[in-house]
């Protein structure tokens, strides 16, 4: 299992930018495929993007974030990033960092735990 701390969260204008980290400890993090989930007040979580393992050729990006979110992955250093540009209030959420899998065609999080996550706040 990969356990993950997250940071890079700050309060920021609608048109900013912020990059997200994502340090995961465990010798099987180069195996994992991760993904970065937000999760707004009164909303359910969603994942908003994910890499695949090793050498992260994979991407996936929810539609509300393609294009002014990029998801990468530095093994060496056991870190994800998630860099996002253009942000808008309604990106405003906890984001989470997880391990995900695939199943049935669908990503989900594995059953580890989750981080503490950390505040995006976009002001308008």
């Known amino acids: 299992q990969v356990q993950v701390v997250e940071s890079g969260g700050d309060l920021v204008q609608a048109g900013g930018s912020l990059r997200l980290s994502c340090v995961a400890s465990?010798?099987?993090?180069?195996?994992?495929?991760m993904g970065w989930y937000r999760q707004a007040p009164g909303k359910q979580r969603e994942l908003v993007a994910a890499i695949s393992s090793t050498t992260g050729e994979s991407r996936y990006y929810a539609d509300s974030v393609k294009g002014r979110f990029t998801i990468s992955r530095e093994n060496a250093k056991k870190t994800v990033y998630l860099q996002m540009i253009a942000l808008q209030p309604e990106d405003t959420a906890v984001y989470y960092c997880h391990e995900v899998v695939r199943a049935s065609g669908t990503l989900i999080p594995t059953r580890s735990s989750w981080g503490q996550g950390t505040q995006v706040t976009v002001s308008s």
């Open positions: 465990g010798n099987t993090f180069m195996h994992a495929y």
